[in-house]
Structure formats: C-alpha cells, structure tokens
T-cell receptor, first 113, second 110 residues
Framework: DPKIIQKPKYLVAVTGSEKILICEQYLGHNAMYWYRQSAKKPLEFMFSYSYQKLMDNQTASSRFQPQSSKKNHLDLQITALKPDDSATYFC????????????FGEGSRLIVV | GQQVQQSPASLVLQEGENAELQCNFSSTATRLQWFYQHPGGRLVSLFYNPSGTKHTGRLTSTTVTNERRGSLHISSSQTTDSGTYFCAIDPYQGGRALIFGTGTTVSVSP
C-alpha cells in the first residue's frame, strides 16, 4: 500500500506543452522533494520543501515550478516541455529535512515527443 | 562540485554468492545513504549510515567517513536482490539535496 502517491505513472506530452505531476504523501512527513532520473544519469535533486516552504532549488530552469497546496502535497508543474525533459520524476518525503531517511514514490515517467 | 562514484557499474552473481559494492565520495561531510531500485523503478531506502557499520538481514553497510568511502555487502545473494543499488551523500547536512552515485546494477541468476 504505497504511502507516497504519484500521478500519473506514465505520461506522453508534446513539445511545448505544459504538464503537472502530482505527489501526495500519507506518512505525516513535513519535508517533500522532487528528484529526476534521466537515462544514463544519476538521480538528480530538483527541489525540497519543508512545511510548504521552498528550502532548496537545484533546477536550472524556471520551467519547473513546484506547487504545495497542502503540507502533504508537492506537485511539479513543467511548462514549455522539451524532449530533454523526458525522465522519470520521483517525489520523496522525510520527517524533517535534517538527514532523515528519504522515502520515494514510484515515480512519474514522462516522455516528451 | 560534490561527486559520488560507485563501483562496479554492474555485477553478475550466481545465487548464493556474496558481493561488495563500493561508494567513494568527495566530501567528508556525507551522511551516506544506500538505496535499492527495483527493476520496475521503485526506490527503497536501505541504510542511513553516516559512519560505522549497520546490518539489515543479509545486507551490511559500512561507512568510513574520513576515508570518504562506503560499501554495501550482500551475503548469500538471492534472485530477488537483482536491481540497482545507489549510494547518496548529503553534503549540506540538511537532508535537502542528496547527491546520488551512478549506481551498481546487480543481476543474480538462479
């Protein structure tokens, strides 16, 4: 029974379009994150939020915008999609953001054509 | 920037064999963690091990922080151990931006 729910699991999008990846966690954690896994690259940190506030942003592009409407939600809006955005996007959460165990969702696989 | 190197890149085992996966990193402030990625993609935390040795079942994590290295030992491997193993460091000591290694893909055959 997954405690971190990501939607959709798979997504094909057209270049230039906009998509939102959904993440909800039911672990009672107050810190949430987005990571990206592209082919032949290590998992890359994108964003971290704590108590719905942005803590860290390692993403180069402003086309990626996290949105936190509730403490247990952290969605990722991606605008002006490019083929290079094709990747699996993982949402994660932890209790606090100080070196605690990270729990990952199952990922949203995005393909941009 | 911070770097995390894992070796070997891939490993093929016969069921029952042991294996040792290596992780080397460029920072002494690490809070090393190990993750397992199922062939289907799901990522699971195995160990949070800033230093010393920890055991869970057939897995042992050892971190030698001042030598900037860690290892994951799999004993008596099983086919269900197949997948990719990642180590990650937290150089900011805030758990915010883990830096992952490139992973070791393990394949265990019966």
């Amino acid at each position: 029974d997954p405690k971190i729910i990501q939607k959709p699991k798979y997504l094909v999008a057209v270049t230039g379009s906009e998509k939102i990846l959904i993440c909800e966690q039911y672990l009672g954690h107050n810190a949430m994150y987005w990571y990206r896994q592209s082919a032949k690259k290590p998992l890359e940190f994108m964003f971290s939020y704590s108590y719905q506030k942005l803590m860290d942003n390692q993403t180069a592009s402003s086309r990626f915008q996290p949105q936190s409407s509730k403490k247990n939600h952290l969605d990722l809006q991606i605008t002006a999609l490019k083929p290079d955005d094709s990747a699996t996007y993982f949402c994660a959460s932890s209790q606090g953001n100080s070196g605690n165990t990270l729990y990952f969702g199952e990922g949203s696989r995005l393909i941009v054509v | 920037g911070q770097q995390v190197q894992q070796s070997p890149a891939s490993l093929v085992l016969q069921e029952g064999e042991n294996a040792e996966l290596q992780c080397n990193f460029s920072s002494t402030a690490t809070r090393l963690q190990w993750f397992y990625q199922h062939p289907g993609g799901r990522l699971v935390s195995l160990f949070y091990n800033p230093s010393g040795t920890k055991h869970t079942g057939r897995l042992t994590s050892t971190t030698v922080t001042n030598e900037r290295r860690g290892s994951l030992h799999i004993s008596s491997s099983q086919t269900t151990d197949s997948g990719t193993y990642f180590c990650a460091i937290d150089p900011y000591q805030g758990g915010r931006a883990l830096i992952f290694g490139t992973g070791t893909t393990v394949s265990v055959s019966p």
